[in-house]
């Protein structure tokens, strides 16, 4: 929906919000590794090196996905000067809040609900990590400033190395209160 705000060309549905690029693959993944106890054929049987090859196989697949994702972002970085990058006061602030305001917010917020501390940290970590490279294929398949993303990516990746430690501190001293 954030994608098609404002746009003419870009037509919303029910189908197109439930059966996507991102929900249909997770779909099969959920499906697959609930039914894992189902579909895993016993011990000794005569399916375990084809059920073995096919698990293989998904497994190198996935192993696939980061480094495209990331292929996708650099090439769009390389068309875009990096002192454009560099000197974006917008990708400071959006990356201001990516990797510090949310992150916070978001440690304080589980802290309040109660949360122990291995629970407050695994959130604060997990929302103070960079912007997924996902955000730039999605740009670049609806065409919707692909250069933007791929920046967007690339700042919260390099400002991510001196943020997230910092973030991680502080939500040890929260979790500690």
Same mark, same amino acid.
């Given at each position: 929906?954030? &994608? *098609?705000?404002?746009?003419?060309?870009?037509?919303?549905?029910?189908?197109?919000?439930? &059966?996507?690029?991102?929900?249909?693959?997770?779909?099969?993944?959920? *499906?697959?590794?609930?039914?894992?106890?189902?579909?895993? @054929?016993? %011990?000794? /049987?005569?399916?375990? @090196?084809?059920?073995?090859?096919?698990?293989?196989?998904?497994?190198?697949?996935?192993?696939?996905?980061?480094?495209? +994702?990331?292929?996708?972002?650099?090439?769009?970085?390389?068309?875009?000067? &990096? /002192?454009?990058?560099?000197?974006?006061?917008?990708?400071?602030?959006? +990356?201001?809040?990516?990797?510090?305001?949310?992150?916070?917010?978001?440690? $304080?917020?589980?802290?309040?609900?109660? $949360?122990? %501390?291995?629970?407050?940290?695994?959130?604060?970590?997990? *929302?103070?990590? @960079? /912007?997924?490279?996902?955000?730039?294929? $999605?740009? %670049?398949?609806?065409?919707?400033?692909?250069?933007?993303? /791929?920046? +967007?990516?690339?700042?919260?990746?390099?400002? +991510?190395?001196?943020? &997230?430690?910092?973030?991680?501190?502080?939500?040890?001293?929260?979790?500690?209160?």
């Amino acid at each position: 929906m954030i &994608l *098609a705000r404002g746009r003419d060309d870009i037509k919303l549905t029910p189908k197109k919000i439930l &059966l996507n690029y991102g929900t249909v693959p997770c779909a099969i993944g959920i *499906a697959l590794y609930l039914l894992q106890p189902i579909i895993t @054929p016993p %011990e000794g /049987s005569a399916l375990v @090196p084809v059920f073995d090859a096919v698990a293989g196989f998904l497994g190198y697949l996935g192993s696939l996905c980061t480094p495209i +994702s990331v292929l996708v972002t650099g090439a769009l970085l390389a068309t875009i000067p &990096l /002192s454009k990058m560099f000197t974006n006061l917008r990708l400071y602030l959006h +990356s201001a809040i990516k990797l510090i305001g949310f992150p916070v917010v978001l440690c $304080l917020l589980a802290k309040l609900v109660g $949360l122990n %501390e291995t629970y407050i940290l695994l959130v604060t970590a997990m *929302a103070g990590v @960079p /912007s997924a490279a996902t955000i730039t294929m $999605l740009a %670049e398949l609806y065409d919707i400033e692909p250069g933007y993303a /791929s920046q +967007s990516v690339g700042m919260t990746s390099i400002l +991510s190395t001196a943020s &997230l430690p910092i973030v991680m501190l502080f939500a040890q001293w929260v979790a500690g209160l």
